[in-house]
């Protein structure tokens, strides 16, 4: 006979989901029923509520949740409100944490628990269906110019901002903010200066510019996360920061709502 | 876990054709049922399977019913009029994109032992 949650567990799941940052009305019972059904089949074979409970979370990978919520959200194009709303909410959420994980950086908390757990975490780009998702800067960086109209700090007129500037300091990492295949890199002495063109899927490819040092080659395959180049000044720059472009469909899109996690 | 190149694209024609197949299904029914019968070969992702389910239901091809299940709610989703012709025709696309593959990867000998 199957084992059936009780309130209490189940209040328990809902507001770890809530934790993860789940928001999303229409995801909301239909994880938490997901989560619940992992947690049984588990229980079935034994384990006990909090193990099985920790594994039904580990499986969807650290982040998972966020990444099903804005998928879920991109997939319908409800580039609205309610997506810049969560794409915020996730963004200042995320900042609280990391600025306070700094402040007590050597607890070894949940997430190398969790590590352990699931050696096996699935990944979303198996499916071929990931945006770019994390930010392309490691570090501390903050945004110098957003996108859209601004004024160009050299050519002093208003024109449009194809990408977001990340004021970082010089040589600070570069990474690829998903998988995908380096498409093109230049080395122009004006313009974007050192730059790389990242091909992620049919869909999206991302562009890097201003950088001091470039770390990979034309064709090369990268990961999301690897690092592909270092903050510079190249180009038609006038301090160290990263220029960044995601592009959608060929069309330049605004990156901050892609930097979530 | 096979290449993304080759997953693309199958993953709604999977939904689709289990529903045609089984009526109705929930999210973890799915993702269950699919990992049983490829021997967990393919793993459907929560992070693949739920957006996709909610894109057919926006496109109208899938319709969803909501069930008390213990104390918790459940989404049944089913296919609808729409989502059948869709069924049907994505599956024998595919079916004959296998074919069709089928006879590039392991071509006949022409001929008779010339």
């Known amino acids: ?261 | 876990m096979f290449s993304r190149e080759l997953l693309k694209g199958t993953l709604r024609t999977i939904i689709l054709k289990l529903l045609a197949e089984k009526g109705r299904m929930y999210g973890y029914e799915i993702s269950q049922y699919v990992k049983t019968q490829s021997d967990g070969r393919l793993q459907l992702t929560e992070g693949a399977l739920y957006p996709s389910l909610h894109k057919l239901e926006k496109e109208g091809l899938v319709k969803v019913e909501r069930e008390q299940v213990g104390k918790r709610m459940r989404k049944y989703y089913s296919l609808t009029v729409a989502g059948e012709k869709a069924s049907r025709s994505r599956l024998a696309e595919f079916e004959e994109f296998l074919q069709v593959m089928q006879l590039i990867i392991q071509p006949k000998t022409q001929g008779d032992g010339s």
């Open chain 1, 1 to 261: 006979m199957a084992p059936e949650l009780t309130d209490f567990h189940i209040h328990y799941i809902k507001a770890r989901l809530e934790e993860e940052g789940l928001e999303y009305g229409p995801l909301k019972e239909e994880l938490l029923d997901h989560l619940c059904c992992a947690i049984e089949d588990q229980m079935k074979d034994g384990a006990h509520f909090h193990i099985a409970c920790e594994k039904a979370f580990a499986a969807f990978g650290k982040d998972g949740i966020q990444k099903i919520q804005l998928q879920t959200i991109r997939s319908l194009n409800q580039k609205s409100q309610l997506m810049k709303i969560i794409a915020a909410a996730v963004l200042f959420l995320l900042g609280a944490y990391s600025s306070h994980h700094l402040l007590t950086d050597s607890e070894p908390t949940l997430e190398a628990h969790c590590e352990d757990i699931c050696c096996e975490v699935p990944t979303y780009a198996d499916w071929g269906e990931e945006p770019p998702s994390i930010r392309p800067v490691k570090g501390h960086w903050k945004v110098s110019s957003g996108f859209g109209m601004r004024m160009h700090p050299i050519q002093k007129k208003k024109i449009h901002h194809r990408g977001i500037d990340l004021k970082a300091p010089l040589g600070t990492p570069v990474v690829a903010t998903a998988d995908g295949e380096v498409f093109k890199v230049h080395r122009h002495k004006k313009g974007h200066g050192l730059h790389i063109y990242i091909q992620h899927d049919d869909t999206y490819t991302t562009m890097y510019a201003h950088l001091s040092e470039i770390k990979v080659e034309e064709g090369q395959k990268v990961d999301k996360g690897t690092v592909i180049g270092l903050v510079g000044n190249s180009g038609f720059s006038t301090a160290p920061h990263l220029h960044y472009e995601v592009i959608e469909n060929g069309k330049r899109v605004d990156p901050s709502s892609f930097m979530t996690l």
